[in-house]
Protein backbone atom coordinates (compact mmCIF):
# COMPACT_ATOMS: atom_id res chain seq x y z
CA UNK A 1 0.00 0.00 0.00
CA UNK A 2 2.14 3.08 -1.18
CA UNK A 3 0.81 5.75 -0.50
CA UNK A 4 3.29 8.84 -1.53
CA UNK A 5 1.44 12.01 0.07
CA UNK A 6 -1.75 13.94 0.94
CA UNK A 7 -2.97 14.78 -2.90
CA UNK A 8 -6.30 16.72 -2.36
CA UNK A 9 -9.04 18.07 -0.33
CA UNK A 10 -12.86 18.15 -1.28
CA UNK A 11 -14.84 20.76 0.42
CA UNK A 12 -18.28 21.69 0.38
CA UNK A 13 -19.50 24.95 0.58
CA UNK A 14 -22.57 26.99 0.76
CA UNK A 15 -21.73 30.14 -1.28
CA UNK A 16 -18.85 29.19 -3.92
CA UNK A 17 -18.10 33.08 -5.54
CA UNK A 18 -17.95 33.68 -1.40
CA UNK A 19 -15.19 30.91 -1.32
CA UNK A 20 -13.80 31.93 -4.11
CA UNK A 21 -13.27 35.80 -3.49
CA UNK A 22 -11.16 34.07 -0.02
CA UNK A 23 -9.03 31.46 -1.97
CA UNK A 24 -8.09 32.39 -5.09
CA UNK A 25 -8.95 36.64 -4.12
CA UNK A 26 -7.11 36.76 -0.92
CA UNK A 27 -4.94 33.89 -0.43
CA UNK A 28 -3.79 33.78 -4.52
CA UNK A 29 -4.43 30.29 -4.87
CA UNK A 30 -4.73 29.22 -8.18
CA UNK A 31 -8.51 28.74 -9.89
CA UNK A 32 -7.63 26.45 -12.41
CA UNK A 33 -11.21 24.97 -13.91
CA UNK A 34 -14.90 25.13 -13.14
CA UNK A 35 -17.78 23.03 -14.00
CA UNK A 36 -20.94 22.85 -12.76
CA UNK A 37 -20.94 23.76 -9.47
CA UNK A 38 -17.17 23.18 -8.23
CA UNK A 39 -14.43 24.93 -8.91
CA UNK A 40 -10.44 23.12 -9.28
CA UNK A 41 -7.94 25.04 -7.20
CA UNK A 42 -3.98 24.51 -6.78
CA UNK A 43 -0.79 26.10 -5.47
CA UNK A 44 2.13 27.60 -6.74
CA UNK A 45 4.49 24.40 -6.88
CA UNK A 46 1.63 21.90 -8.03
CA UNK A 47 1.11 20.20 -10.90
CA UNK A 48 -1.85 18.88 -10.12
CA UNK A 49 -5.03 20.38 -8.01
CA UNK A 50 -5.54 19.94 -4.45
CA UNK A 51 -8.07 21.69 -3.54
CA UNK A 52 -11.96 21.22 -4.62
CA UNK A 53 -15.03 23.43 -3.81
CA UNK A 54 -18.33 22.48 -4.36
CA UNK A 55 -21.08 24.33 -3.92
CA UNK A 56 -23.54 22.63 -1.76
CA UNK A 57 -26.46 23.22 1.20
CA UNK A 58 -24.06 22.82 4.11
CA UNK A 59 -20.51 23.03 4.60
CA UNK A 60 -18.74 19.41 4.99
CA UNK A 61 -16.01 17.73 4.29
CA UNK A 62 -16.32 15.67 1.13
CA UNK A 63 -13.02 13.41 0.89
CA UNK A 64 -9.76 13.42 1.99
CA UNK A 65 -7.32 12.52 -1.26
CA UNK A 66 -3.91 10.59 -1.13
CA UNK A 67 -1.65 10.26 -4.35
CA UNK A 68 -0.43 6.49 -4.39
CA UNK A 69 3.05 5.39 -6.30
CA UNK A 70 0.99 2.99 -8.91
CA UNK A 71 -2.14 2.14 -10.59
CA UNK A 72 -0.61 -1.31 -8.35
CA UNK A 73 -0.97 0.88 -5.39
CA UNK A 74 -5.08 1.27 -6.32
CA UNK A 75 -5.59 -2.27 -6.80
CA UNK A 76 -3.92 -3.36 -3.47
CA UNK A 77 -6.16 -0.20 -1.82
CA UNK A 78 -9.40 -1.86 -3.60
CA UNK A 79 -8.08 -5.48 -2.07
CA UNK A 80 -7.59 -3.65 1.26
CA UNK A 81 -11.44 -2.31 1.23
CA UNK A 82 -12.56 -5.69 0.23
CA UNK A 83 -11.03 -7.59 2.78
CA UNK A 84 -11.90 -5.11 5.24
CA UNK A 85 -15.94 -5.27 4.45
CA UNK A 86 -15.65 -1.13 4.04
CA UNK A 87 -18.20 0.91 1.90
CA UNK A 88 -15.68 1.68 -1.51
CA UNK A 89 -16.28 2.96 -4.71
CA UNK A 90 -14.54 4.03 -7.59
CA UNK A 91 -15.01 7.38 -9.48
CA UNK A 92 -14.06 9.65 -12.25
CA UNK A 93 -13.14 13.47 -11.92
CA UNK A 94 -11.64 16.15 -13.59
CA UNK A 95 -7.80 15.38 -15.04
CA UNK A 96 -8.32 12.35 -12.34
CA UNK A 97 -9.46 9.10 -14.62
CA UNK A 98 -9.59 7.12 -11.38
CA UNK A 99 -10.21 7.54 -7.36
CA UNK A 100 -10.53 4.86 -5.23
CA UNK A 101 -12.67 6.30 -2.51
CA UNK A 102 -13.17 4.30 0.73
CA UNK A 103 -14.92 4.89 3.98
CA UNK A 104 -12.35 3.47 6.66
CA UNK A 105 -13.29 1.79 9.75
CA UNK A 106 -13.00 5.13 11.98
CA UNK A 107 -15.51 6.69 9.35
CA UNK A 108 -13.10 8.96 7.27
CA UNK A 109 -14.26 9.72 3.76
CA UNK A 110 -9.92 8.62 2.37
CA UNK A 111 -10.12 8.87 -1.76
CA UNK A 112 -7.31 7.43 -3.56
CA UNK A 113 -5.46 8.08 -6.73
CA UNK A 114 -2.54 7.51 -9.07
CA UNK A 115 -3.05 8.80 -12.74
CA UNK A 116 -3.37 12.90 -12.40
CA UNK A 117 -3.26 14.84 -15.69
CA UNK A 118 -0.48 17.95 -15.13
CA UNK A 119 -1.29 21.19 -15.09
CA UNK A 120 1.76 23.59 -17.05
CA UNK A 121 4.19 24.59 -14.28
CA UNK A 122 4.06 28.10 -12.91
CA UNK A 123 6.67 27.56 -9.70
CA UNK A 124 8.85 30.32 -11.38
CA UNK A 125 6.31 32.20 -13.18
CA UNK A 126 6.68 34.74 -9.97
CA UNK A 127 5.08 37.44 -12.05
CA UNK A 128 2.07 35.70 -12.12
CA UNK A 129 1.80 35.02 -8.10
CA UNK A 130 -0.94 36.59 -5.87
CA UNK A 131 -1.36 36.73 -2.59
CA UNK A 132 0.88 35.16 0.10
CA UNK A 133 2.52 32.47 -2.60
CA UNK A 134 0.53 29.29 -1.17
CA UNK A 135 2.55 26.69 -2.90
CA UNK A 136 1.19 23.10 -1.85
CA UNK A 137 -0.98 20.89 0.02
CA UNK A 138 0.60 19.84 2.90
CA UNK A 139 -1.35 18.02 5.81
CA UNK A 140 -4.53 17.16 6.85
CA UNK A 141 -5.69 16.93 10.59
CA UNK A 142 -8.40 14.80 11.79
CA UNK A 143 -10.44 15.00 14.91
CA UNK A 144 -10.99 11.22 16.45
CA UNK A 145 -12.64 10.13 19.20
CA UNK A 146 -9.65 6.91 18.98
CA UNK A 147 -6.76 8.75 18.44
CA UNK A 148 -4.96 5.63 19.87
CA UNK A 149 -6.76 3.28 17.43
CA UNK A 150 -6.66 5.48 14.78
CA UNK A 151 -2.61 5.76 15.09
CA UNK A 152 -1.98 2.26 15.15
CA UNK A 153 -4.33 1.14 12.09
CA UNK A 154 -2.98 3.84 9.68
CA UNK A 155 1.16 2.67 10.39
CA UNK A 156 -0.25 -1.10 10.71
CA UNK A 157 -2.66 -1.10 7.64
CA UNK A 158 -1.88 1.99 5.28
CA UNK A 159 2.39 2.47 6.69
CA UNK A 160 2.40 5.87 7.61
CA UNK A 161 5.13 6.36 10.47
CA UNK A 162 4.89 8.15 13.12
CA UNK A 163 7.06 11.34 13.95
CA UNK A 164 5.23 12.96 16.97
CA UNK A 165 2.93 12.72 20.00
CA UNK A 166 1.06 13.73 22.47
CA UNK A 167 0.37 11.60 25.45
CA UNK A 168 -1.25 12.89 29.23
CA UNK A 169 0.72 11.75 32.31
CA UNK A 170 -1.12 8.03 32.22
CA UNK A 171 0.10 7.40 28.67
CA UNK A 172 -3.01 7.82 27.23
CA UNK A 173 -2.63 9.39 23.37
CA UNK A 174 -3.93 12.58 22.54
CA UNK A 175 -2.65 13.37 19.50
CA UNK A 176 -0.48 11.89 16.70
CA UNK A 177 1.22 12.80 13.81
CA UNK A 178 1.88 10.77 10.97
CA UNK A 179 3.58 11.10 7.99
CA UNK A 180 4.76 9.39 4.25
CA UNK A 181 6.31 12.16 2.39
CA UNK A 182 9.08 12.85 4.38
CA UNK A 183 7.84 15.63 6.55
CA UNK A 184 6.28 16.06 10.02
CA UNK A 185 2.77 14.52 8.55
CA UNK A 186 0.56 13.72 5.83
CA UNK A 187 -2.15 13.28 8.41
CA UNK A 188 -2.45 14.16 12.25
CA UNK A 189 -5.30 12.45 14.44
CA UNK A 190 -6.40 14.77 17.28
CA UNK A 191 -8.44 14.37 20.63
CA UNK A 192 -12.24 15.49 20.07
CA UNK A 193 -15.66 14.63 18.71
CA UNK A 194 -15.03 13.03 15.73
CA UNK A 195 -15.23 11.87 13.14
CA UNK A 196 -14.21 15.74 11.52
CA UNK A 197 -12.08 17.85 9.50
CA UNK A 198 -9.76 20.19 12.20
CA UNK A 199 -7.99 21.72 9.80
CA UNK A 200 -6.26 21.28 6.25
CA UNK A 201 -2.46 22.82 5.50
CA UNK A 202 -0.51 24.62 2.70
CA UNK A 203 2.84 25.18 2.53
CA UNK A 204 3.99 28.65 2.14
CA UNK A 205 7.50 29.60 0.90
CA UNK A 206 8.68 31.32 4.16
CA UNK A 207 7.93 32.32 7.31
CA UNK A 208 7.27 36.22 5.86
CA UNK A 209 4.81 34.62 3.63
CA UNK A 210 2.87 33.59 6.70
CA UNK A 211 2.91 37.20 7.79
CA UNK A 212 2.28 38.41 4.22
CA UNK A 213 -1.13 36.43 4.18
CA UNK A 214 -1.74 37.77 8.11
CA UNK A 215 -1.64 41.51 6.50
CA UNK A 216 -3.68 40.79 3.26
CA UNK A 217 -6.36 39.64 5.80
CA UNK A 218 -5.80 42.77 7.84
CA UNK A 219 -6.15 44.98 4.64
CA UNK A 220 -9.39 43.11 3.46
CA UNK A 221 -10.91 43.98 7.13
CA UNK A 222 -11.02 39.95 8.04
CA UNK A 223 -9.35 40.18 10.93
CA UNK A 224 -12.56 38.02 11.96
CA UNK A 225 -11.04 34.88 10.01
CA UNK A 226 -7.74 35.07 11.64
CA UNK A 227 -8.22 32.43 14.23
CA UNK A 228 -5.00 31.68 15.83
CA UNK A 229 -1.37 33.01 15.33
CA UNK A 230 1.04 33.80 13.71
CA UNK A 231 3.35 31.57 15.67
CA UNK A 232 5.38 28.52 16.21
CA UNK A 233 4.72 25.05 16.71
CA UNK A 234 6.22 22.96 19.27
CA UNK A 235 5.44 19.95 17.89
CA UNK A 236 6.44 20.39 13.80
CA UNK A 237 9.08 23.20 14.22
CA UNK A 238 6.54 24.97 11.86
CA UNK A 239 5.66 28.30 11.63
CA UNK A 240 2.09 28.63 11.10
CA UNK A 241 -0.95 30.52 10.88
CA UNK A 242 -4.99 29.30 11.27
CA UNK A 243 -7.77 30.86 9.13
CA UNK A 244 -11.05 30.28 9.30
CA UNK A 245 -12.88 30.30 5.45
CA UNK A 246 -16.33 31.75 4.91
CA UNK A 247 -18.08 28.39 6.42
CA UNK A 248 -16.28 27.80 9.22
CA UNK A 249 -13.46 25.35 7.38
CA UNK A 250 -10.06 25.71 9.17
CA UNK A 251 -7.45 26.56 6.96
CA UNK A 252 -3.40 26.41 7.91
CA UNK A 253 -0.86 28.18 6.56
CA UNK A 254 2.54 26.47 7.18
CA UNK A 255 6.15 26.53 6.65
CA UNK A 256 9.20 25.09 8.20
CA UNK A 257 9.10 21.91 9.50
CA UNK A 258 11.77 19.44 9.04
CA UNK A 259 13.18 16.50 7.18
CA UNK A 260 11.90 12.68 8.08
CA UNK A 261 13.01 10.10 5.82
CA UNK A 262 15.17 8.16 7.93
CA UNK A 263 12.94 4.67 8.57
CA UNK A 264 14.58 4.78 12.14
CA UNK A 265 13.43 8.75 13.08
CA UNK A 266 12.17 8.39 16.64
CA UNK A 267 9.15 10.02 17.08
CA UNK A 268 8.94 13.36 19.49
CA UNK A 269 6.83 12.87 22.82
CA UNK A 270 5.37 16.06 24.36
CA UNK A 271 3.83 15.84 27.34
CA UNK A 272 -0.51 16.87 27.01
CA UNK A 273 0.27 20.14 29.58
CA UNK A 274 3.51 21.51 28.21
CA UNK A 275 2.03 24.54 26.57
CA UNK A 276 5.25 24.94 24.53
CA UNK A 277 4.05 22.11 21.83
CA UNK A 278 0.93 23.80 20.49
CA UNK A 279 3.30 27.44 20.37
CA UNK A 280 6.75 27.26 21.33
CA UNK A 281 6.62 30.64 22.31
CA UNK A 282 4.17 29.99 25.04
CA UNK A 283 1.25 31.47 23.63
CA UNK A 284 -2.56 30.87 24.46
CA UNK A 285 -4.47 28.50 22.13
CA UNK A 286 -7.97 29.51 21.91
CA UNK A 287 -10.37 27.30 23.01
CA UNK A 288 -12.61 27.40 19.56
CA UNK A 289 -9.07 25.43 18.21
CA UNK A 290 -9.89 22.64 20.44
CA UNK A 291 -14.07 22.56 19.62
CA UNK A 292 -14.55 23.45 16.21
CA UNK A 293 -14.26 21.23 13.22
CA UNK A 294 -15.88 20.36 9.99
CA UNK A 295 -18.62 17.85 9.66
CA UNK A 296 -17.67 14.34 6.96
CA UNK A 297 -19.85 13.16 4.72
CA UNK A 298 -20.32 9.31 3.45
CA UNK A 299 -20.07 8.35 0.49
CA UNK A 300 -23.67 8.80 -0.51
CA UNK A 301 -23.36 12.33 0.64
CA UNK A 302 -25.08 12.05 3.73
CA UNK A 303 -23.43 13.87 7.09
CA UNK A 304 -21.39 10.99 9.25
CA UNK A 305 -22.50 10.96 12.77
CA UNK A 306 -19.76 11.55 15.32
CA UNK A 307 -19.00 10.04 18.06
CA UNK A 308 -17.67 12.13 22.02
CA UNK A 309 -14.32 11.69 23.10
CA UNK A 310 -13.66 9.12 25.52
CA UNK A 311 -10.43 11.49 26.68
CA UNK A 312 -12.60 14.38 28.27
CA UNK A 313 -11.43 17.95 29.42
CA UNK A 314 -8.83 20.04 27.51
CA UNK A 315 -5.53 20.89 28.67
CA UNK A 316 -5.13 23.19 31.81
CA UNK A 317 -3.04 26.05 29.62
CA UNK A 318 -5.82 26.63 27.10
CA UNK A 319 -7.96 29.91 28.00
FE1 LIG B 1 -1.52 21.52 11.00
Not at 93 to 113: E, I, M, S
Not at 241 to 264: A, I, Q
Not at 290 to 302: A, M, V
Amino acid sequence: MAIVRVGFLELWVRDLERSLEFYEGLLGFRLEHREGHSAYLRGYEELEWSLKLTEAPMAAVRALGFKVDAEEGLEALMAWAEAEGLPHRLEADWGRPKVLRVQDPFGYPLAFYFRAEKLPRVLQDYHLHRGPGVLRIDHLNVFSPEVAEATRYYQERLGFRLTEYTEDEEGRLWASWLHRKGNVHDIAFTNGEGPRLHHFAYWLPDPLAILKAADILAGARRTDQIERGPGRHGISNAMFLYLKDPDGHRLELYTSDYLTVDPDLPPVRWSLNDPRRQTLWGHRTPKSWFLEGSPFLDLEGRLLPTRPSRLLGIPEHVT
